[in-house]
């Protein structure tokens, strides 16, 4: 079977554009889950005492600029996750509820 050569550009464009403030912060949540799947891959069982997510969200006075930062203890880009990473739309973490489309809304809303 032929393969498909994928347009990031274009993908990324045709994502549903936010309507409102809950839609406009879907990337930031969806970086969160993506935070608490790879610590409970790391840490099973001890995710709640071992496992860490910790979300910066900073704004300038006059709140024009927004900067938010995702940072977790969990598993990382291991060759696995790599392979899903540079997928475009993966269905590597489906089982848990993963979309394989966060990091494609990131790039939209830069």
């Known amino acids: 079977m032929t393969s498909l050569r994928p347009n990031l550009v274009k993908r990324i464009a045709r994502l549903p554009k936010p309507a409102n403030v809950a ?5 930031l ?14 840490f099973l069982e001890t995710v709640a005492a071992e496992g860490r997510v910790t979300v910066t969200v900073q704004t300038d006075r006059k709140k024009e600029a927004v ?4 940072e977790d203890n969990g598993l990382g880009l291991n060759e696995k996750n790599w392979e899903a990473f540079i997928t475009t739309d ?15 809304m990131w790039l939209d809303c830069l």
């Open 90 to 104: 993966t269905d590597n973490k489906i089982e848990i509820g993963g979309k394989g489309v966060g990091r494609l």
């Open 23 to 27: 839609d406009a912060l879907q990337p």
């Open 67 to 70: 900067t938010a930062i995702v």
């Open 29 to 42: 949540f969806e970086a969160i889950s993506n935070a608490i799947h790879s610590t409970q891959a790391r």
